[in-house]
Every structure is written in structure tokens, then in C-alpha cells.
DNA sequence: GTGAAAGCGCTAACAA
DNA sequence: TTGTTAGCGCTTTCAC
């Protein structure tokens, strides 16, 4: 492997211009600069990222944490800050805490100590906690905020109200609401805007696993409220609701209509095809990626923001019988 | 932050001791041993990857690359791997090539300069390039076979067979095959198998985007064959297939029986759930990381192997109306 | 078993 | 603009 003395040999300058000559291009002459730079090409020069990062403290690594790489909301976002962190030349070091909780600190304790900065993506770990990541180095949160950090969170209560409405438009008056984690930031979040909508009563039936066999659960649950409808913490629920109401022989969306979160790709595959709350997963990816940038360069302290979600309306949601618009 | 030498003095002893206390444990004395592991826990001490890495030559990074993050057989196998790395202290390096051929060559060159090993996924690229890369360091191939090189593939020539057996145990004798990319190692793979089971006469309807998309365009087709059944390149596929025929008024599986192959989530999430050719993905991570970890201590070359899959039965197949048994 | 010393490949002052 | 000189924090001979 060529080193970037060889290049520099090659070249004929010393390994400063031709470190140079690479990384600052404009700091050197044009004709010098062409002499390594063809010099580098020739020789297949590839940079020591190690011996970078350990000579300019810059590691060039962006560290991601995640619950669940087999979750496709998590999934999106790992993309998201994989492009984005393409672009500027980073790449990624991925951590899947797999839901370990005890783990996770640790796992961010390891990576922090060798990354630029990290994107967390941790639902339930202790807002203390957090605190003590973010005094460790940059960091930015994604679907969680934390008061005073830097986030990426989705406008879910405004999704919340979007469903609401739609649904008092098509004449429910009663919705239960299936919950996701109780610790969960996003699901505090969505809770708030329960009550948003005038006209429309909401029963909130509890905590579920954000998996599709928590909805399934939580079907029989929802059911027993007598709710013409029923909103979702996220569409793996939404699709469990569906699959039990199926098999208890309710239909969707002709007796009851359901409402999901996310918008994941299974949600478009569905019969009756689910309509729910599209949260540009993501993008959210990117923006917390080029968020973290921003905090490593301007060392501003970084806003959080929110991003607008959409209601797609697909087959799931209909007009409640009883108050059916004649035809 | 503390370094091995803060370490180091808090202990009494010398840079070289703290090293080997906490990477050699045995050729350190006792007491030695732990006045070092004591001290670094005492201030916090975290080893400098890039440090150790330009040391000693090893990055303790693996490599891992795929077409596509969002693809959850791709995130499946990024789990297994996420998750056997981390039980040997290594880290992954994500990339996703995001389905581009052209860039992947590149990503890969850039990462395998910084990694001591790589999880190559990439059902696309020329098999002469995969030895280009072979030979620039340890590699290990997912889902797909290059003479000489290591891999992890799925046995899903047996998955095929499996699938036409149950298909004709149900009365079915004209099946027909959705195929996926035309390039792809494991459509060519599947393929051969198609001849396998007697009784059953299998038309391809040719390759079709491995995508929900790519099903629905393929539906039409696999009806025009008059085939009783279709088995799929993959779920989203099948999914994709199922959609369309739902929306053709062909009931799945009264009228054509459908088979999908990985046993995504949205599997069983579907009515009818779909049967299906489980491979197991997660394991395929978890058996490419640790052999890529042979590959590099015993130096070994490191054989193919062909992890076992499995029909899932589930509602989406039946037995073939003209042919039913009598109950 | 332990320490001293020499780098790993690169960047970043500092001089020139 | 360029080269010289020091390291970055760690591992690893090599003596002791």
C-alpha cells in the first residue's frame, strides 16, 4: 500500500505539500499540485485514516446508534445519515443496541471516543444520561428532544391532529389511540395532541410494543371502547390491529378504520392498504447528519427541528356507517 | 481525555506495561495487572482506536456493504454482522452503494483501506471486479459465490425445490416463476432448480425489479400463463403480486396460490400471510462476520457455505381447485 | 516481567 | 509557496 511519502517521492516534493497538495489543494502551486495529484492516482494512493485521524484529531467517523437495524423506521434513518455522510466525505460506524438499554451507554461511551460526533437515536435512555453523552462531544438526537440539545424530531402531534381531523371528517366521533413504549419521547409527544381536535373523543387504550404482535394485543382492547376508529403509535401496530380485527371478523375499514404511523413500506402492501402518518424518516437521517457538521464546524449549538409529517390517506380510513353521507 | 501514558503514570508503571495489561493480560504480573486495569477504570480511560490501529496495523474495524439500507433483507444481514462484530470488539463500517454499480467499486476500494476485513453484499457486481477486491484484503461474500472466494449464500436451489414440492402436493402443475435482476448470482442461483420437481412444468415470466412494484407489473403476466401458482424472486414480489391480483378480482389463495421467498416482516403482516422460503439473514451476518475473523487469525482461505433454508406455510398457497381433495 | 526507544502515516506549526 | 520538524497515542521490538 502506498503511503503518502511514496507519493511525495514520486512527486518530487516533501510529504507536507503533498499532504497538501491533497487535502488543501488551493495552499499549492498548480504545477506541484498536478505532480502529486497524478502522482497519487498512479500510484493508487490511499489515505491512512487512521494515522489521519490520529494526527489531525478528526476521526472522520460519524457514529450512529440505533435500537434496531431490522426496524425499518431505523433502517430509513440509518440511510439517511449514511448518504449524507457520504457526501461530505465521512463514513459511518453503526451501533445496534438491539433494545439493551444497559448496554446502550456503554456502546456510546465506546463509539464517542471514536467518532466526530454522534447521531442517537435512543427512545427510552434516561434524559440524564443523554446529558452525560452530550458533554462527552457533539451529538445529535433524532425523534427525541431533549431541552438545550440539538434534535431531528418529526411534528407528530400535528400528525396526530391531521388523523384526527380526517377522521371527524369522515364522522367518527369516538377513536381509541394505541400507544407505543411509555418512556418513549415520541409517544409523550403524540399524546399531547389527543385531545386537539374538537368533536372527537379519544380513548387512549394503553401502552403496546411498537411490533406488530403489540397491536394484535391491543385489538381486542380497542374493540371494547366501542371507538369507530383506531389510531396507532406506528404502522407495525396498526398492521397487528388490522390482522386480529381480520380474525375476530371486524372489517377494516367498512366497520372500524385504522390509523398508522410512519408510513413503512408494508403499509402500502396491505389490503385494505393502511392510511397513516408519513414521517420523512429519512430525511431526518441527512438533517441530523448535516446538523452534526454544522456543530463540529460553526460549534453552534444546534436547534432542534422538527419536520412535517403528511397524512396519507389510503384504504383503511372510511366514512363511520352511521353517519355515512348518503349517496 | 485520558491516554494509555495518564494511565500509565497513575499505575507506576510504564507505557509499555499499561499496554500489555490491558491487552495482554497474561504477560503482566498479578499486581501490575491490576493497579493498570484499576487506574484506567478510575480515569475513565478509553484506547484511542486511530492510535492503536496505526500501531499496530489492525483498524479493528470490519467493513460492511450493501445495495441498500432500506431494504430489510439487507438490514437483516447488517444486524448479524453489527451484532458478531461487536461480540469480538470491532466495529462496522456501513456503506450503502444505494443500488449504484458504478460508485460501489469505489466505496469499496476507499473502505477496504480501512478496515481489516469486509462483508461484501453486492449481488450485482462483475465477478471479475469481485476479485479485484478479493485480493486487496480478507473478504467475505454474502449472498452470493465466486469460485475461490469466501461467502455465506443460502441454499435456496433446495428453497425452490421445497417450494414446487409443496406446490405439487397441493395439486398444482404449472407454476410460474417471477424472476428477479437478470445480473443477480441468486436468480441465476434459484433458477437452475426450477426443473427439479417432476410433475410440475414451471414457465418463467421473466426478471422483474426485486421490489413491490415489480410484482404488480409481473401479476399480469404470471395470470397469462394460466400457471395455478407463482412462486416469487422475494416477498416484496410476492407482495407485489398479490396486490395486483387482488385489485384483478383473482383471490390469493382460492384462484392462484402465491409463494415468496425471505420471510420479510411484512409477511406475515398480509392477508392471506404469505408462504414463503425463510433464509436465515440475520445468521448469514453473524456466520460471514466470523468467518471473515478466521479469515484474518488462521490466514485460512475460508470455504463456501451454504446456510439451510426453510418453507414457511402460511395462507397464501392452497390446494388447486380442479385437483382438490374431496372432503 | 519490565522499561526504553523507535516508529506506524499523517498533519500542523514553524521557518525559510 | 515550500520544506523541516515535531508529534498525535499506541504497540512492539529489543535489551535488561
Known sequence: MATL????????????TASRALSAPDTVSTARRHRVIEAA???????????????????????????????????AI????????RGSRNSVLIADT??????EREIVRDLQA???GLVLCSPR?????????AAAGPLVLVNREVEGLPSVTFDSAAGVTQALQHLRALGHRHVAYVGGPTSSWSDAHRRRALGSVDGVE?????????????????????????????LCYNDLIALGVMSRLRARGVTVPDDISVVGFDDIGA???????????????????????????????????????????????RESTSPHASTAPLT
Open 202 to 230: 379519544v380513548t387512549d387504550v394503553g401502552s403496546h410494543r411498537p411490533v406488530h404482535q403489540g397491536g394484535v394485543a391491543a385489538a381486542d382492547l380497542a374493540l371494547e371502547t366501542g371507538a369507530t376508529a383506531v
Open 78 to 85: 440509518a440511510k439517511g445519515v449514511q448518504a449524507q455522510a
Open 267 to 313: 403499509a402500502s402492501y396491505v389490503s385494505p392498504m393502511l392510511t397513516t402518518v408519513a414521517i420523512p424518516l429519512t430525511r431526518a437521517g441527512h438533517e441530523a447528519t448535516t446538523m452534526l457538521e454544522q456543530l463540529r464546524s460553526d460549534g453552534t449549538d444546534g436547534h432542534p427541528v422538527r419536520l412535517p409529517v403528511e397524512l396519507v390517506v
Open 98 to 103: 438491539d433494545e439493551d438499554a444497559r448496554a
Open 41 to 75: 492516482e498512479r500510484l493508487g494512493y490511499q489515505p491512512n485514516r487512521s494515522a489521519q485521524a490520529l494526527a489531525s484529531g478528526q476521526s472522520g467517523h460519524v457514529g450512529l446508534v440505533l435500537p434496531d437495524l431490522a426496524n425499518p423506521s431505523f433502517a
Open 125 to 133: 435512555m434516561p434524559e440524564e444520561q443523554i446529558r452525560e453523552c
Open 114 to 116: 471514536n467518532v466526530d
Open 5 to 16: 511519502r511514496d507519493v511525495a517521492v514520486a512527486a518530487g516534493v516533501s510529504p507536507a
